[in-house]
């Protein structure tokens, strides 16, 4: 993994736009996995500046998104595809054809629904970056504490403390949904290249176990290390149990020197 501390949030933001944007340009047929929540917020509203002021193009672009809420159809305000359209997609070039989100919204045969929107991910010839957030519990996705490190794009029910996570999202009066469909932490572990992002001391834990702590379907960001091209942007607050952050800075700077073409557009 490539570690590198971000002064706040809003430098983060700033980086992660700059790998997804590089990846745009020098790939306009990018396939790019795509997260929600609170932290990439910031990321695609730098994706959404450089569409319209420097004509970042995403007319070629194909993304896949991680999860969807079971039960939310998707012009609910909660789901995934209406916080896609909301911070993202509604703002650039993307044609609707090629942004896939699970469908919150079937009833049955969901087995042979997520073999399919695996099927999708291999016919655009796989995921080329992968972003991915970090719940405070240590997982990626929706992938709770106790998923297969090999499992793939399935129907999961979600733990109690990601409820009580999320349910800030919600109405007073309305019910978090209690199941989700996610992609898999094979399926994840297939793209060319990861990129981690983490915001805030609420992560701060999450983040040492992941990138410090051992392999276990406990923490189940922490498979990432079995990867060979993980990038993690992480703030101040966010890294501020990590160990070995010395370690770190110098191979950032060794990266520079050595292999600049690692960096994917981060600024030096």
């Not at 993304?63 to 998707?74: A, I, K, R």
């Not at 970090?134 to 990601?162: D, W």
């Not at 701060?204 to 379907?217: F, H, K, L, R």
């Amino acid at each position: 993994m490539l570690v590198i501390l971000e002064d706040d949030e809003c430098s983060l933001s700033r980086d992660a736009a700059g790998v997804v944007a590089h990846a745009v340009r020098m790939h306009p047929h990018v396939a790019l996995g795509l997260p929600s929540g609170s932290t990439p917020i910031g990321m695609y509203r730098e994706l959404v500046r450089l569409h319209r002021e420097e004509a970042l193009d995403f007319s070629q672009v194909v993304t896949f998104n991680l999860d969807e809420y079971l039960g939310l159809s998707p012009d609910h305000p909660q789901s995934y595809h209406a916080y896609m359209a909301r911070h993202l997609f509604d703002h650039v070039n993307i044609r609707p054809h090629n942004a896939h989100i699970p469908d919150g919204s079937i009833r049955d045969a969901y087995d042979e629904y997520c073999d399919e929107y695996e099927r999708g991910i291999r016919e655009a010839g796989g995921i080329d970056l992968q972003i991915v957030g970090i719940g405070k519990e240590g997982h990626i996705g929706f992938n709770e504490s106790s998923s297969s490190l090999h499992s793939r794009t399935r129907l999961v029910p979600l733990a109690v403390q990601t409820r009580e996570d999320n349910r800030h999202f919600f109405g007073p009066n309305e019910a978090v949904p209690d199941c989700a469909i996610t992609m898999g932490l094979g399926t994840i572990l297939e793209a060319r290249n990861i990129l981690l992002l983490a915001s805030g001391a609420h992560k701060a834990q999450a983040v040492a176990a992941a990138v410090e702590g051992p392999v276990t379907s406990s923490v189940t960001a922490s498979v990432l290390q079995f990867h060979p091209h993980v990038t993690v942007l992480v703030d101040r607050e966010a890294a501020g149990k990590l160990r070995r952050i010395d370690d770190y800075r110098r191979a950032l700077d060794m990266t520079r020197k050595m292999n600049p073409r690692r960096l994917w557009g981060l600024r030096s």
